[in-house]
T-cell receptor, first 109, second 117 residues
Framework: GQNIDQPTEMTATEGAIVQINCTYQTSGFNGLFWYQQHAGEAPTFLSYNVLDGLEEKGRFSSFLSRSKGYSYLLLKELQMKDSASYLCAFMDSNYQLIWGAGTKLIIKP | GAVVSQHPSRVICKSGTSVKIECRSLDFQATTMFWYRQFPKKSLMLMATSNEGSKATYEQGVEKDKFLINHASLTLSTLTVTSAHPEDSSFYIC?????????????FGPGTRLLVL
């Protein structure tokens, strides 16, 4: 079967670093995505990993280990505007996105 | 990044009426678009896959006759909620698929908030 799991909620302090983990199980895999979603808005694309390793984009980095079915999103130098839900999703063999429930990230001053 | 628009952004309608939502890819051609709905504090739920020039593929449990999807061109897909009822009130989001080299990405429209009274 297929499943994907990520923590429901995390809290971090402004200026700090936070890592949001995502684990998945699937027989067919065509990449893992991270999206940011602010309350009441549609998701916005953050990153895509299809090969193992770390992809860095400014303050945000995403890591993938296909053998472990594991990914994380790393956010550095947290800002209050980073308070949002972070959704991970993998693309299965039919190129459909299978979504996690999202991690609500709360940033405190 | 690629731009996807949705119209309208918000709609309030009476129970029993039909509502059409448009999804446009503004600077690229999208042979495949996806329609999602999202209830408050819940994850995105895929409703259907819209393919240009062919019938949409609906997910299990989604009524084809209630949620009509038309993908008439490479830049436009429409979702019509027919005979809407209060339980159809939700946030409807479309996305367009871009395939490039080894990668494939979905870009989302801003969403349409539907409230059925």
């Amino acid at each position: 079967g297929q499943n994907i799991d990520q923590p429901t909620e995390m809290t971090a302090t402004e200026g700090a670093i936070v890592q949001i983990n995502c684990t998945y199980q699937t027989s067919g895999f065509n990449g893992l995505f991270w999206y940011q979603q602010h309350a009441g808005e549609a998701p916005t694309f953050l990153s895509y990993n299809v090969l193992d390793g770390l992809e860095e984009k400014g303050r945000f980095s995403s890591f993938l280990s296909r053998s472990k079915g594991y990914s994380y999103l790393l956010l550095k130098e947290l800002q209050m505007k980073d308070s949002a839900s972070y959704l991970c999703a993998f693309m299965d063999s039919n190129y459909q996105l299978i979504w996690g429930a999202g991690t609500k990230l709360i940033i405190k001053p | 990044g690629a731009v996807v628009s949705q119209h309208p952004s918000r709609v309030i309608c009476k129970s029993g009426t039909s509502v059409k939502i448009e999804c446009r890819s503004l600077d690229f051609q999208a042979t495949t678009m996806f329609w999602y709905r999202q209830f408050p504090k819940k994850s995105l739920m895929l409703m259907a896959t819209s393919n240009e020039g062919s019938k949409a593929t609906y997910e299990q449990g989604v009524e084809k006759d209630k949620f009509l999807i038309n993908h008439a061109s490479l830049t436009l897909s429409t979702l019509t909620v027919t005979s809407a009822h209060p339980e159809d009130s939700s946030f409807y989001i479309c996305s367009a698929r871009i395939v490039g080299g080894l990668s494939e990405t979905q870009y989302f429209g801003p969403g349409t908030r539907l409230l059925v009274l």
